[in-house]
T-cell receptor
Framework: AQSVTQLGSHVSVSEGALVLLRCNYS??????LFWYVQYPNQGLQLLLK??????LVKGINGFEAEFKKSETSFHLTKPSAHMSDAAEYFC????????????FGGGTRLMVKP | EPEVTQTPSHQVTQMGQEVILRCVPI?????FYWYRQILGQKVEFLVS????????KSEIFDDQFSVERPDGSNFTLKIRSTKLEDSAMYFC??????????????FGSGTRLTVV
């Protein structure tokens, strides 16, 4: 069965600083990987996804993530944090032929200081 | 942009009561899902639904839970006799294709269920 670990339940950065949210996955078969963002009182919004094409994936709002098979990682980055990036971020994995359900990590709450 | 709509946004119910959470998926989507998130915990898969039947369910989705697509537009989750531990945010999602790789899911804003 697949699983996802997000290191750091809370991450705090200053506005303009680099954002790095960590995600490691476990899967016996090639995974599909996703990052979702949840703003307060809202649903889960897809930021980006990896589907076995390019290993560097660009998403919305200036975020990107790189799939590194050797490290089983899919870390989310953004060069310069904005106050509006403050939210909860979830990494998720799905695998072909193991159903179409998503397995989520525990989430990382990003705080952006002025 | 098409949305998945969930109602109500908040529901408070007494332990032992039945609740029905409602969702209107995106109109041309074929696959429907329920997930839940207990406060402070991970988002967990409950059930997927396709062609008017359950295609997958997790161990959480026991006999107290049921899903239905009663009229071709709504997708409901029923909890027959609620327990305190059912208190959570419940998310509905829909997708056009089975494999989320190309299309991903679209999630609703969730229903916060509080069992007292």
């Amino acid at each position: 069965a697949q699983s996802v670990t997000q290191l750091g339940s809370h991450v705090s950065v200053s506005e303009g600083a680099l954002v790095l949210l960590r995600c490691n996955y476990s899967s016996s078969v090639p995974p599909y990987l996703f990052w979702y963002v949840q703003y307060p009182n809202q649903g889960l919004q897809l930021l980006l996804k990896y589907t076995s094409a390019a290993t560097l994936v660009k998403g919305i709002n200036g975020f990107e993530a790189e799939f590194k098979k050797s490290e089983t990682s899919f870390h989310l980055t953004k060069p310069s944090a904005h106050m509006s990036d403050a939210a909860e971020y979830f990494c998720a994995v799905s695998v072909r032929n193991a159903g179409n359900m998503l397995t989520f990590g525990g989430g990382t709450r990003l705080m952006v200081k002025p | 942009e098409p949305e998945v709509t969930q109602t109500p946004s908040h529901q408070v119910t007494q332990m032992g009561q039945e609740v029905i959470l409602r969702c209107v998926p995106i109109s041309n989507h074929l696959y429907f899902y329920w997930y839940r998130q207990i406060l402070g915990q991970k988002v967990e898969f409950l059930v997927s639904f396709y062609n008017n039947e359950i295609s997958e369910k997790s161990e959480i989705f026991d006999d107290q839970f049921s899903v239905e697509r009663p009229d071709g537009s709504n997708f409901t989750l029923k909890i027959r006799s609620t327990k305190l531990e059912d208190s959570a945010m419940y998310f509905c999602a829909s997708s056009l294709r089975q494999t989320p790789s190309n299309y991903g899911y679209t999630f609703g804003s969730g229903t916060r269920l509080t069992v007292v």
